[in-house]
């Protein structure tokens, strides 16, 4: 049984096929959920580079060099990190296509944290093509969020291959 919706994963494979190009996933807030939904693609070993999940902020210092000065000051969730986040999975997998996702997939309500949100970045060729703030639902659970994210973020990835 597949969770995500194929013909999305599909759609994205062929056009990351046509334009001889792969893809690297940054990923904190769903936990490498859009990897595994990439790599359930038709021909994903054309496609899918890989992933890293960063799930604070010191693996996203060490690994994809988010200033944690930066970081420290949203708790690494901001349009900034999921940029970096992006632009350096691309740099580190070698993939044309990076993707980057930071955010709260549950309310954190001693941090002031009220709703579900994520930041999403897509970087082609060391450019960002894509940034902005997705929302999940308050009402969802942890699993319910990041499966919400995931979904959102693979229609965005659609939407940027299907304007070249």
């Known amino acids: 049984m597949n969770i995500f919706d ?3 994963i599909n759609e994205i494979s062929r056009l990351l096929q046509a334009g001889k190009q792969t893809v690297a996933v940054a990923e904190s807030c769903t936990a490498g959920l859009i990897a595994n939904a990439l790599s359930q693609a038709d021909d ?4 899918l580079q890989g992933g890293i ?11 994809l060099n988010v200033n944690p000065v930066v970081a420290e000051n ?8 999921a940029e970096k986040m992006a632009l350096e ?3 580190a997998f070698n993939a044309e296509i990076g993707v980057g996702i930071t955010g709260y997939a549950l ?6 944290i009220k709703s579900c949100y994520a930041f999403i970045a897509v970087a082609e060729n060391s450019k960002i093509i894509l940034s902005g703030k997705i929302m999940g639902d308050t009402a969802k659970d942890l699993f319910g969020n990041q ?7 693979l229609n965005e990835l659609l939407k940027v291959l299907k304007k070249k």
């Open 6 to 8: 194929i013909k999305t």
């Open 44 to 47: 994903a070993t054309l496609i």
């Open 53 to 63: 999940t960063a799930y604070n902020l010191g693996q996203k210092a060490k690994h």
């Open 74 to 81: 949203c708790n690494s969730v901001s349009k900034e990190v």
């Open 89 to 91: 999975i691309a740099s």
């Open 107 to 112: 309310p954190v309500p001693d941090a002031g």
């Open 147 to 153: 499966r919400i994210f995931t979904d959102k973020t």
